[in-house]
Each structure stands twice: as C-alpha cells, then as structure tokens.
C-alpha cells in the first residue's frame, strides 16, 4: 500500500487551481492570525498573485494535490522580499495548507520542493514572518534551517487584537 506522501503531487501552480488556492488562503484570512489580510478574497482578485509566480526564476508557487481526486492540499511561495532592486536576491518564503490537510507533511513536502526549485536560482537568502504564536510554523522553518533573527513587537492588528511576528531567515544556493 502506498504512503500519503505517494499518493500526493507537488507542481507549479496554474490557472486552474485559483479557486482552490484562493479558498484555502480565505481560510486563514477568516479564521487565523497567520495572515493579515483581514477581508475574505475572490478568485478574480487573487489572479494577479497567481500570475506573479511563474513556473521558473526566483518568485514560485508550489502546489500539493492528491493524485487520485486532485484536491489541493497547500501551496508554498517565494515572493519578492521588498521592491527595492538590492533585494532582488532575497526571497520570502510561505507556506499554506488546506485545514483539513494538517499534519500530513504537506507542508514538509512543498518547502522541499520549493527550495529544490530555487537552487538553480540567482536567491542568496530566503525570509518568513510567523504571526506568535505559531509553534507548529516555527518547527517547520528550523526543520528547513531557518533561524531566528528578530521579533516585531505588536505589529499586526487583527481581531481586536495586536500581534508579533517572529522573523526567520535561511542561507539559499552559494550562501548556504
């Protein structure tokens, strides 16, 4: 009998998985701190992000999906760090899975994924915020090698409530 984790696919992420996508990230918008966005988003809204990940160079969108059914389990990015041209070589790094998909590795698997894709990739350094607290997010990120290099006091409003964000960092390609 196969294992879980062979029984689920990670690919690029394409047009026909906005849905999904968008529905697993409004989960986290609704229900979470995890993210900051505080109002729910529609699959048209949320194209211009798909987009903003192409199947190559350093701004990705992974896709996990079960093979049989093809639901969508999670999705991993790496998205600009900062807009400023000196930042073009550093990445922040996200990963997403649907609620129902936790503790499966799901998320395990994408980041693998995705650090294999950016090792051809012209990326000295990748960044994750993680909204306190978060223990099974901070787990994963020092799973990949990520450490601890700074806290943002408060800096998130979200539910009548303030937030910190711990920032993790991890050495990519040459820099490792």
């Not at 079960?66 to 790094?93: K, M």
Request: glycine share 10%; hydrophobic share 35%.
């Amino acid at each position: 009998m196969a294992s879980e984790r062979t029984e689920v696919q990670v690919r690029p992420g394409a047009e026909a998985d906005l849905t999904a996508l968008t529905d697993i990230y409004n989960h986290y918008v609704r229900e979470t701190a995890i993210t900051f966005d505080t109002a729910v988003f529609s699959p048209e809204e949320r194209h211009p992000w798909l987009l903003s990940h192409p199947e190559d160079g350093p701004h990705r969108l992974l896709v996990a999906r079960e093979r049989v059914s093809g639901v969508i389990l999670g999705y991993a990015t790496s998205s600009p760090f900062r807009d400023r041209p000196a930042y073009a070589t550093s990445v922040e790094v996200s990963v997403y899975c649907a609620p129902d998909a936790g503790g499966r590795g799901i998320g395990t698997l994408l980041y693998k994924a995705l650090f294999e894709a950016l090792e051809g990739e012209d990326v000295h350094r990748a960044y994750a915020g993680i909204a306190q607290p978060n223990d099974a997010s901070v787990r994963l990120h020092e799973r990949f090698g990520f450490r601890h290099v700074g806290t943002y006091q408060e800096v998130g409003r979200k539910f009548g409530r303030y937030w910190d964000v711990a920032w993790y960092e991890r050495p990519l390609g040459a820099g490792r």
